[in-house]
């Protein structure tokens, strides 16, 4: 973020708590969110997912500020082919805007794929259409791409948490050397055994 997007931020933040105050509304404290990593917030996606997310995310920001702002939003749902109203974009930014700065960034732009695979979003509306719309496209991809996409999808789903498949793996192969070990360890018995007799 440059100094001036910086500085214009305080000044409109500023601008607002003033008419807060001169219309007699509570001023809520700027909430500041902490740096996570969203690989491991959104444990539900895959990273190519989520590169792939990336990808769909700055292909729009316009600005390159890591935001979706009104403007930038609006391209977007056209392109699309859902064009919304000025009060329908402003919604579909408020929905997931946490940090109720007016855009959206790349981690509150999860928040709609989160939210549309745990069947929060109406589908007529502009969040659930933006995420069925960029979910995939089968124009791009083909039929084979989307058939292979959505068996991807029913594999991942199937699942429960890829840590623990990670876990159960490990514990996979412990067993199987632990089996193997028993069986090295009979059949060095036998071998001994021969040798012993003679």
């Not at 997912?49 to 939003?73: M, P, V, W």
């Not at 855009?103 to 069925?132: P, T, W």
């Amino acid at each position: 973020m440059s100094a001036d997007s910086e500085l214009s931020n305080i000044l409109n933040r500023r601008q607002k708590i003033n008419e807060a105050l001169e219309n007699g509304e509570e001023v809520k404290p700027q909430q500041k969110f902490k740096v996570v990593n969203v690989y491991t917030e959104f444990h539900e996606f895959s990273r190519k997912q989520i590169k792939d997310y990336q990808a769909t995310f700055n292909k729009y920001d316009i600005g390159h500020d890591g935001f979706l702002d009104l403007s930038e939003l609006k391209v977007m749902m056209e392109k699309l082919g859902a064009p919304q109203t000025h009060l329908g974009l402003k919604a579909m930014i408020s929905e997931v805007d946490e940090d109720h700065d007016g855009k959206i960034s790349f981690r509150e732009f999860l928040l709609i794929y989160r939210k549309a695979q745990a069947g929060e979003l109406e589908n007529d509306s502009g969040l659930g259409q933006l995420a069925r719309l960029t979910e995939i496209n089968v124009d791009e991809v083909g039929v084979n791409g989307a058939k292979n996409f959505f068996e991807a999808k029913i594999e991942e789903l199937s699942k429960t948490n890829k840590f623990h498949d990670e876990i159960r793996q490990e514990q996979e192969e412990r067993r199987r050397a632990e089996e193997e070990k028993v069986v090295r360890r009979a059949q060095f018995q036998q071998r001994a055994a021969i040798f012993q007799q003679n």
